[in-house]
Structure formats: C-alpha cells, structure tokens
C-alpha cells in the first residue's frame, strides 16, 4: 500500500508540470497569513508535510525563516523544488518520507499541511499521522 501510494506520486511528478495539475498555487496566500499570524521567530521551526514543489518554501526563505524542513513522499517533488531554488535549496532539511513512517528527531514549532493530510484515507493512516504530529 505505501509502495503503491509512492509509486503514484512519484508518476504525478515525473508526468506533470505545476500548470498541470489541480492544486499548484502562484502565491500560497492563506498559508502565508496563517504563519505569519503566529508571530513566531524567524528562527521557529516549521514544516510542510507533503509540501511537494509547492513555492511556500521559496516565500518562507524569502521573509527570513531559517529553519524550514519539506517532507514529502516523493523524491521526484523535493528534486523539482530543489532545482528551481538552486543553492538556496541548502537552507532547507528535505526529507522523502512517508508521512505515517515519519520518525521526527526533533520538534517543530509550526506544523504545516497543506493538502496532503486527505489523502490518508484509513484509520490507521490517519492515527499513525496523528500521533506523530502530537509528538
Ligand atoms: C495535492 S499535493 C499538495 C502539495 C503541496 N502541499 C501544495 O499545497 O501545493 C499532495 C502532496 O502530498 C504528498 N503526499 C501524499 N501522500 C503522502 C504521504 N503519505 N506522506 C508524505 N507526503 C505525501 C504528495 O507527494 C504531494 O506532494
């Protein structure tokens, strides 16, 4: 089932471009206002569970954060987001994960998912995710 659910994302990434699939956002403008509503550090630790290629990243280095991790299921995600911010893609801890066999070693200050969460679609799944979130 994990196999099969990577094996997806990993063919949506090889086979599409941004414009050509249904969730690409030009400026993630919600997600912005929300983390910027908490007033944190520049320093706080934030991640993007299933952040894909998605720009948020590119915006949060941008204002000044610090201390951004992407997780995301496929590789072929984090290789795009990588290619497209060249060396700035330094400043960021990527992370090919699935999500529910994510084992943090540390603790995150802002937890962002934009989209990802509603693909987990059991019970298990969805604990699994839970708890280590609450972690
Ligand atoms: C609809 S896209 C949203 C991408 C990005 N968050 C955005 O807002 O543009 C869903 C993302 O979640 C990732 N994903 C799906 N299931 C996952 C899982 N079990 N663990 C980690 N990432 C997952 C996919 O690879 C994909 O990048």
Known sequence: M???RKHHW????KTKKPDQVGWTQKIPKTSLEIINSFEVDKT???IDIGGGDAKLVDYLLEQGFTNITVLDISAEAIEKAKKR?????NNIDWIISDITEFE???TYDI????AAFHFLTTEEQI???MAI???
């Open 2 to 4: 994990e196999k099969e």
């Open 10 to 13: 990993e063919t949506v990434y």
């Open 44 to 46: 706080a630790k934030i």
């Open 85 to 89: 911010l060249g060396v700035k893609a």
């Open 104 to 106: 943090p070693k540390t």
């Open 111 to 114: 937890w962002h998912d934009r």
């Open 127 to 129: 604990s699994k995710y």
């Open 133 to 135: 979130a609450k972690k």
